[in-house]
Every structure is written in structure tokens, then in C-alpha cells.
């Protein structure tokens, strides 16, 4: 399995014959596709939903990211809220960054300390 892939396959345990095999990411997705966020903003949470959680990004962003922040944060403010989940899910919840210093440089700066931080 590919851990970068936006749409992993799940575990065939999941499977039935009577619906399709979903993650709890994907559901978040389709519920708030329905309740009148954009496919857009919808696909955006769903992916910073699924990075938290699977890449374990520390306690406090977990809780920035959680289904009901995230998602009042997307509907209300839809400008800061692509603006924020763009750079966390870049950054792998603020872990790393790209050096800026050479045009196409692909180097990864580690942040270090940034889980340690107790300035929450």
C-alpha cells in the first residue's frame, strides 16, 4: 500500500457483499458533501482528516483536525481553512518544510521540536 496514495485500498476485512469497503475519512467526506460543503472543501478535509490520523500529527493539531472542527472551520471560513489545511497537509502537520533556498530544490527541512512544544 502506498501511504501517499489519497485513496487507499482497505483492508479486505472491511468488504460485504452489500456496500462497498469505506474508511471513516471517506464517510466524513460523503456526510459533508450532504449536509452543503463544496466537493472541493469536502476533499480537502478528507485529506487532512486521513494524514492526521495516519501520520499521527501531535495532539493538538488531532484536535484542530478533528471531523467537527475541521469541518465548521471549512464551511465558515473556507479561505483560512484552504489556506491551513494546504500548509498542514505540505508540511505533514508542520514536521517538515521545503528549503526555499535553490528554485526546484525537493530538500526537506525537518522542524524539529514542533511536537514538544507546550505554547499551545
Same mark, same amino acid.
Given at each position: 500500500?502506498?501511504p501517499t496514495d489519497p485513496?487507499?485500498?482497505?483492508?479486505?476485512?472491511?468488504?460485504?457483499?452489500?456496500?462497498?469497503?469505506?474508511?471513516?475519512?471517506?464517510?466524513?467526506?460523503? +456526510?459533508?458533501?450532504? $449536509?452543503? &460543503?463544496?466537493?472541493?472543501?469536502?476533499?480537502?478535509? $478528507?485529506?487532512?482528516?486521513r494524514e492526521a490520523g495516519?501520520?499521527?500529527?501531535?495532539?493538538?493539531?488531532?484536535?484542530?483536525?478533528?471531523?467537527?472542527?475541521?469541518?465548521?472551520?471549512?464551511?465558515?471560513?473556507?479561505?483560512?481553512?484552504?489556506?491551513?489545511?494546504?500548509?498542514?497537509?505540505?508540511?505533514?502537520?508542520? $514536521?517538515?518544510?521545503?528549503?526555499?533556498?535553490?528554485?526546484g530544490s525537493c530538500e &526537506?527541512?525537518?522542524?524539529?521540536?514542533?511536537?514538544?512544544?507546550? +505554547?499551545?
Open positions: 500500500m502506498n485513496n487507499p485500498t482497505p483492508p479486505s476485512d472491511l468488504e460485504t457483499d452489500d456496500e462497498p469497503p469505506c474508511w471513516e475519512w471517506d464517510l466524513w467526506e460523503a +456526510n459533508a458533501i450532504k $449536509r452543503g &460543503m463544496s466537493k472541493e472543501m469536502a476533499n480537502l478535509g $478528507r485529506a487532512v482528516i495516519q501520520h499521527s500529527w501531535c495532539p493538538q493539531l488531532r484536535c484542530l483536525c478533528s471531523e467537527e472542527v475541521l469541518e465548521e472551520l471549512l464551511l465558515r471560513s473556507p479561505d483560512l481553512a484552504k489556506r491551513l489545511c494546504t500548509v498542514l497537509l505540505e508540511t505533514d502537520g508542520l $514536521r517538515f518544510a521545503l528549503a526555499e533556498d535553490e528554485p &526537506m527541512i525537518e522542524l524539529a521540536g514542533f511536537e514538544q512544544s507546550s +505554547n499551545w
